[in-house]
């Protein structure tokens, strides 16, 4: 087997790890603002915000999403091919069929939302329909369902919201610096403490985000060639749709990443040194070399 799907495996470990990472930093950064302050009750708090934001975010970031995308449901009657195309891809992966939503924007892009496979959601811009062949939509909706396999999608909220979360704990801690900033505890580690909340913690919290959600492209595009046997059209659409001007007009920074490739502005693909270490999505150049570099019979 190719390089890539080994390569695909190792990201997956990886990306659980960095996860994980997340927890840490996140209970870290709590417990760094109750020592300043010398009060507990603000690590207790930091755990239960981070707890219900996990929780809600289980249950409802698959309905916020698709409220500020303004997706609306595809029904079997709109359009039989798209809704046959996903059907035949998800008895190929194993997966149920998942709700189909549309976009109506004309920017090629997709994405995939959901708690899991049960509760999945599969969402193309009219752009994106459109704009590709048959076997160039097919392997973007491969892409997708793979994300649901992988359970990416769950992976990709809980990042979201656990950014979010040291976002605001570094925030709470800027204010709190200035209308308790008696209450300090004195002592060389004080600085250093306020100094790592406030502004490296939600950077470093950001890196590790995109890390993951690079590494998760990587292998949904290694899932998708293998599932449709043919490499070469997923790599013709995202030539295409990185080749097309057109941003995505609801996509924000906090759903950019859930998208196949980058939503955003595409004036300056290749970016400078530090907007590519926090891009959200590997270079399509990159990913488009190793799809072609597989060696994948369609042939049955």
Known sequence: MSSLYTKAKNNKNKSYLLLSLFFILFILAGWGISYIYDDSSILYFAVIISLALTVGSYWYSDKLILSFSKAKELKFEDNKEIYRLVENLCITAGLPLPKIYIIEDNSPNAFATGRDKNHAVVALTTGIINKLERSELEGVIAHELSHIGNRDILLATLITVLVGGIVMLADYLRYASIFRGNNKKNGGWTGIILLALIIIAPIFAYLLKFSISRQ??????????????????????LEKISADPLPVK?????????FIASPLNKK???????????ATHPPIEERIKRLRGLDVDRET
Do not use: C, Q, W
């Open 268 to 278: 300056n693909k290749n970016g400078s040194a530090i907007s590519r270490v926090f």
């Open 250 to 258: 609801t996509a924000n920074k906090s759903t950019a990443h859930l």
């Open 216 to 237: 998760r492209e990587y292998l949904a595009d290694a899932d998708a060639a293998l599932l449709t046997r043919y490499p070469e059209g997923l790599a013709r659409a």
